[in-house]
């Protein structure tokens, strides 16, 4: 920063010094150190997070298990809303619980997570839980509309889950297709199923389905044939997937 500064206004440049800007990073230096020692007396969260009274028994120094924001966290660990306290927030959690599970009630339970983001900040930020036991506490945070505005949240910027998982779906197959045992089955499967829909996606897409239609009719026979030795769910996609194109392709003759 002192380098930005006496680049951006030479004259500010210190004479004698061999940077240039040494006495300026030093004032800095002590300007922010003042400056979070009054945050820290105000109790924001985001600077008490980092006191060794936070600190694990035997490794109480500064420098251990920093907490500070990735790139792009301007909601990094934000302070209580006003008027709401601890007590209050946990109270708030355990009532989400249950109206998770109600109908209509999007409204209330989008409502109810925008008040316990701080708590829920905290949570992840000091206790480092598992997803598990997170999925436990805030089940509805597992849900997409709320993942989205979780994002937003955060980063103060919209998030559309499905069109940047379309974005990394390749990498998504190649790591799953590396996974073993019981596990691996299953991603195998979903890989499968993904890669059939993508490459049907693909070939319309590009409007090449009259040319689909009849390498079709003439494969069809021996499609049935591997589709009837496929088991699971492999199987029951590529079954359905010739059926609509079938479908599609009848309607389409009989227009004609």
């Not at 251990?64 to 966290?73: D, L, T, V």
């Not at 109600?102 to 925008?114: I, L, Y």
């Not at 480092?128 to 980063?155: C, D, G, Y």
């Not at 919209?158 to 190649?174: C, E, I, P, T, V």
Request: contains cysteine.
């Amino acid at each position: 920063v002192a380098e930005a500064l006496i680049m951006r206004h030479p004259c500010l440049q210190e004479k004698g010094s061999a940077t240039g800007y040494g006495g300026w990073k030093t004032s800095l230096k002590h300007k922010l150190s003042n400056y979070r020692t009054h945050l820290r007396k105000v109790d924001c969260p985001e600077v008490c997070v980092n006191a060794l009274v936070h600190k694990p028994d035997g490794k109480c120094c500064p420098a251990f298990a920093i907490k500070k924001p990735k790139r792009g966290e301007v909601a990094y660990c934000p302070s209580f809303p006003l008027g709401e306290s601890y007590q209050s927030l946990k109270k708030m959690r355990a009532e989400l619980l249950s109206d998770i599970k109600k109908r209509n009630n999007r409204e209330t339970v989008r409502s109810k997570m925008e008040k316990t983001f701080a708590l829920r900040r905290k949570e992840i930020i000091c206790d480092a839980p598992m997803i598990a036991e997170v999925q436990e506490r805030w089940p509805a945070l597992f849900n997409v509309m709320e993942s989205n505005a979780e994002f937003k949240r955060i980063t103060t910027m919209s998030l559309q889950f499905q069109s940047q998982l379309d974005l990394h779906s390749a990498d998504l197959l190649r790591v799953s297709a590396k996974r073993s045992g019981q596990q691996g089955k299953k991603l195998k499967n979903m890989s499968a199923m993904m890669t059939v829909y993508c490459e049907f996606n693909r070939v319309v897409e590009k409007r090449l389905r009259e040319d689909l239609f009849d390498a079709l009719d003439h494969l069809s026979s021996g499609l049935l044939d591997i589709f009837r030795k496929e088991k699971g769910l492999v199987a029951q996609l590529l079954s359905e997937l010739l059926h609509q194109t079938k479908d599609v392709a009848d309607k389409d003759a009989s227009y004609a």
